[in-house]
């Protein structure tokens, strides 16, 4: 065999383990979506007051959860029409990214949706 039926075969052989790792990434790209649609569909706390309550985070943040006061400084902030305020405060208290501070002030805002 000459050198160019080499490379066409190893070029097949490495096509084919790549065809398979994206087959396998699609897949756990699936099942994720499917975890992260589980917890969106989760019923929210409705009629509860939120001072009895101790929320938790955004999913893809935890481990970063705001102390109840922080909790009821950006509610406060949020139901006087001041989100980007909310996530500037919230911010500056936790050190988190633009991306995971406007995810938690979303999620606090759906989780008491009924209470704002």
């Given at each position: 065999?000459?050198?160019?039926?080499?490379?066409?075969?190893?070029?097949?052989?490495?096509?084919?383990?790549?065809?398979?790792?994206?087959?396998?990434?699609?897949s756990q790209l699936h099942d994720l979506k499917?975890?992260?649609?589980?917890?969106?569909?989760?019923?929210?706390?409705?009629g509860t007051p939120i001072s009895n309550t101790i929320t938790s985070p955004a999913p893809h943040i935890l481990g970063t959860e705001a102390s109840e006061e922080i909790n009821e400084r950006l509610l406060l902030l949020i139901r006087e029409g001041n989100k980007i305020k909310a996530i500037k405060e919230l911010r500056t208290a936790k050190d988190l990214s633009l991306r995971d501070?406007?995810?938690y002030v979303d999620h606090l805002e759906k989780r008491y949706e009924g209470n704002i």
């Open positions: 065999m000459s050198t160019s039926e080499y490379v066409a075969i190893i070029a097949l052989i490495l096509s084919v383990i790549l065809l398979f790792k994206v087959y396998r990434l699609q499917s975890d992260v649609e589980r917890l969106e569909n989760r019923s929210g706390l409705t501070a406007i995810d």
